[in-house]
């Protein structure tokens, strides 16, 4: 079992609707989780970060969590074209190492 | 000003061949990271430091050397190069070692073996 596994896509989404991306861990103990967004030969750029179980906003981006199903998730709401890239699940494991997921390709579609 | 630089950004040598990354963050962070992103844009740690100690290794072939000569620089060195060595490694700092830090990263360095 990978230790975050992402679906890697691609997955289309029309502009301006909703885009969920999904991501599960295997490591029970994590209490730290992030979202980077990952433009084609880009570094890896953080854009939201949570620690407790529900849901936090930030502008168009909510990230959910849930420590019971090991599951966390982003949604991307008003979705734009500049929104298409690779969207990097990572979970903090032991001291401070980032494990990253395998990434999921989305396209906004205009 | 950028937060995390890494030079060179690209990097073409021949296997067999010794090289150096340079990393440097003016973010006043005491951690610092080489990650390794691979053809399939999987990325991979390789390397933690925090203020100069070494945390944390992976995995990595021991041709693969980090040094740190003071907590705002963190270099990798590598020897004997060989093709599968060929990815992008980025660096990436964070504030420290308290839990849920979250991490910034340089811009890569893309470095391809012929």
């Known amino acids: 079992q990978k230790e975050v596994e992402q679906n890697s896509g691609p997955l289309s989404v029309p502009e301006g609707a909703i885009a969920s991306l999904n991501c599960t861990y295997s490591?029970?103990?994590?209490?730290?989780f992030f979202w980077y967004r990952q433009y084609s030969g880009k570094s890896p750029e953080l854009i939201m970060s949570?620690?407790?179980?529900g849901d936090k906003e930030d502008g168009r981006f909510t990230a959910q969590l849930n420590k019971a199903s090991q599951y966390v998730s982003l949604l991307i709401r008003d979705s734009q074209p500049s929104d298409s890239a690779t969207y990097l699940c990572?979970?903090?494991?032991?001291?401070?190492?980032?494990?990253f997921g395998q990434g999921t390709r989305l396209t906004i579609n205009p | 000003d950028t937060a995390v630089s890494q030079t060179p950004k690209y990097l073409v040598t021949q296997m067999g061949n010794d090289k150096s990354i340079k990393c440097e963050q003016n973010?006043?962070?005491?951690?610092m990271y080489w990650y390794k992103q691979d053809s399939k844009k999987f990325l991979k740690i390789m390397f933690s430091?925090?203020?100069?100690?070494?945390?944390i290794n992976e995995t990595v072939p021991n041709r693969f050397s980090p040094k740190s000569p003071d907590k705002a620089h963190l270099n990798l060195h590598i020897n004997s190069l060989e093709l599968g060595d060929s990815a992008v490694y980025f660096c990436?700092?964070?504030?420290?070692?308290?839990?849920?830090?979250?991490?910034?990263f340089g811009d890569g360095t893309r470095l391809s073996i012929l």
């Open positions: 490591d029970r103990g994590s209490q730290s």
């Open positions: 990572a979970v903090i494991q032991g001291a401070q190492k980032l494990v």
């Open positions: 990436a700092s964070s504030q420290d070692l308290g839990d849920g830090q979250p991490q910034h």
């Open positions: 430091y925090n203020n100069k100690e070494l945390i």
């Open positions: 973010l006043g962070h005491d951690t």
């Open positions: 949570i620690y407790s179980n």
